[in-house]
């Protein structure tokens, strides 16, 4: 092979990877090698080249002086064309990268296991991406000081093996560099439930101090992967696929990739053995396992333009991401009501809270989803204390455009939403080069329905005014209902609790959100335009006295609850370490707390929640 990468655990101790990159015919003119800037599908410049150590090169055995040309490039001297011994002319590149992250977006090592992204540890030779490669992954034995502690350490990988031996150290192939940084390796003592869906072998990996019922989650999750296999049909997009898990006390992410996804979860999230209930923990991390799976299509494959082919050295923008993150956050508990796995109710409930969270971003009516998606690399992935005053996310109302749009269609009998992703793959997806253009998804979705969906996609997508939602929902016979919170931790999709405390008097609102702090509460955000903005209130300000009484947590909370609206609080905080002292008038809290009801049992309304949730379920 022309070009072959070595990864050598180093030092677990010091968390060092040792990475070698051969390049059999390198550049005469000096051979040129980056690490990419971003990961794909997190948008946001991480510059993983920040933890690359030590470099070297070497030609021959001689030593070839390797300089740096810019933040995440690096140059070799140029090669000697009259090198006449061919098997010195290949040129190795060696660096140190330094593992201790923890996210599914890096690369970790100690003496517990091993994790890496291509992206964050593996170079790109210049003039040689699109070449195919191959990786030697070596066994961690003289990493570790102790004897042979990692003896019995495995490997799990999406890559193809070539020549691997029982624990899956050795040699795999990537098709070229895209490739080579899209499957992401987990090294050390694993779990592995293995299970089909629709014939193709899929395997959940759980590393990390956990313990599940791995029948049950296999179980569920072959019924969740089977829906999304039979969305898009066969061909499938891959022979097999890994679930990449670790489980920590308090954790949650996941990074899709071609035919894995590395997730991040709490170990509660999991279900515990003997335990049959869904409850609102493992229904969570089976949308997260969802949500990944349906990237395999929707991303991963159905791309924008603007990734075809992804410019891994800055960012790449494109106003899309409303349709691959939010349609995809969408279908991933649209999947688990599909499947049989949660009731109806349950997923009224998930869509009620979604509601909630875009209802609570005041920020709504500054930016539109377009706005958002572009500026995903400044805003979303940097939010800041102002982030729910001027930003939307793409995900929740992104989802919100999904249901909306898959609500349009099918209450004017011209199809659905999952006819214009099968659309979308047919055009886009599986071997189609080019990319989705930026009004690609837009005109196909028309071009589906036969529907002129300018006005929808104006205001769903260019727009800040919030979607007609009640009217989507009638004529599927759900009706939306908006109340204050009842609590801080009030995050929607249930009706209030009755009675309403006292005789359903208006709660009174600082406009606030807060967390704890030595000596009172910290507001973490302070709302555009409420209470506490207006009682001049700036985010970072310690509350330490409600009317003269110490402010705490929850005291906070019901010493604001116990104004009657219209009424003054008097409020003394510290802004750095000066005292200051505010009264803030509060307004009635807003109705931003959804939650959706069945309401009837009108035959066609019926019949449009049936074909849409493919449920059965009574109304209620
Ligand atoms: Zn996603």
């Not at 330094?98 to 090592?109: E, M, N, T």
């Not at 196909?444 to 007609?468: H, I, K, M, N």
Request: hydrophobic residues 40%.
């Amino acid at each position: 092979m022309d070009l072959h990468y070595t990864v050598r655990l180093k030092d677990a101790d010091a968390h060092l990877l040792e990475v070698i990159c051969r390049v059999a015919a390198p550049d005469p003119a000096g051979q040129r090698f980056s690490l990419p800037v971003w990961i794909p599908g997190s948008y946001l410049v991480r510059e993983f080249a920040r933890h690359v150590g030590r470099v070297a090169a070497e030609c021959g055995g001689r030593p070839v002086a390797v300089t740096k040309l810019a933040k995440n490039v690096w140059a070799c001297a140029p090669h000697d064309p009259h090198a006449t011994d061919p098997a010195g002319a290949a040129l190795s590149f060696r660096y140190e990268v330094y593992a201790l992250d923890l996210s599914v977006r890096g690369a970790y090592f100690d003496r517990e296991r091993a994790y890496f992204n291509g992206a964050a540890v593996l170079v790109r030779a210049h003039g040689h991406g699109e070449a195919p490669c191959t990786l030697e992954l070596r066994p961690p034995a003289e990493a570790l000081a102790d004897a042979d502690p990692a003896a019995d350490w495995r490997v799990a990988t999406a890559m193809p093996a070539v020549d691997t031996d029982a624990r899956g150290f050795g040699v795999y192939r990537a098709g070229d560099y895209d490739e080579l940084i899209d499957h992401p390796f987990e090294v050390g003592r694993f779990t592995t439930i293995r299970f089909r869906a629709r014939g193709v072998p899929h395997e959940f990996v759980l590393s990390g101090r956990a313990e599940m019922d791995g029948e049950r989650l296999g179980r569920d999750l072959a019924r969740v992967c089977t829906e999304h296999l039979d969305l898009f049909g066969p061909p499938y997009p891959f022979a097999r696929y890994l679930f990449l898990t670790l489980a920590v006390g308090e954790g949650y992410g996941g990074l899709e990739h071609r035919a894995s996804t590395s997730l991040l979860c709490a170990r509660d999230d999991l279900p515990r053995p003997g335990d049959k209930a869904m409850g609102d923990a493992y229904r969570g991390f089976l949308g997260l396992c969802s949500h990944e799976y349906f990237h395999a299509w929707n991303v991963k494959r159905i791309k924008p333009a603007a990734f075809s082919p992804y410019d891994l050295d800055a960012e790449n923008y494109t106003r899309l991401l409303w349709a691959f993150e939010g349609i995809t956050s969408y279908y991933d508990d649209l999947a688990l009501v599909r499947a049989g796995l949660i009731s109806e109710v349950s997923y009224l409930e998930l869509l009620a809270q979604n509601i909630t969270r875009v209802l609570r971003t005041p920020g709504r009516f500054v930016q539109s989803l377009e706005d958002a998606s572009f500026d995903a690399w400044i805003k979303f992935y940097r939010a800041d204390e102002d982030a729910p005053n001027s930003q939307v996310s793409y995900y929740a109302k992104g989802a919100l455009v999904a249901l909306a749009l898959d609500l349009k269609l099918r209450a004017a009998g011209r199809g659905s939403l999952d006819e214009v992703m099968r659309a979308l793959w047919a055009r886009y997806g599986a071997d189609a080069g080019g990319g989705v253009p930026e009004d690609g998804v837009e005109r196909l979705a028309s071009e589906v329905s036969g529907l002129d969906l300018r006005e929808f996609f104006d205001l769903a997508l260019r727009g800040t005014e919030d979607l007609p939602l009640g009217e989507l929902f009638a004529p599927f016979g759900i009706s939306v209902h908006l109340r204050p919170a009842e609590s801080p931790s009030d995050k929607g999709g249930k009706a209030p609790k009755e009675p309403q405390e006292p005789a359903g008097r208006p709660r009174a609102s600082l406009g606030v959100r807060t967390s704890a702090a030595p000596g009172g509460v910290r507001l973490t955000h302070v709302l555009r335009d409420g209470a506490a903005a207006r009682a001049g209130l700036a985010a970072g300000d310690v509350v330490v006295a409600v009317n003269g009484l110490r402010a705490e947590g929850e005291r906070l909370e019901r010493q604001i609850a116990a104004t009657p609206v219209g009424g003054r609080v008097r409020l003394h905080y510290f802004r750095r370490d000066e005292l200051a002292e505010a009264e803030a008038v509060l307004p009635a809290a807003p109705e931003d707390t959804c939650h959706l009801c069945v309401e009837g049992d009108d035959g066609r309304a019926r019949v449009l929640r049936r074909q849409w949730l493919r449920t059965v379920a009574p109304a209620g």
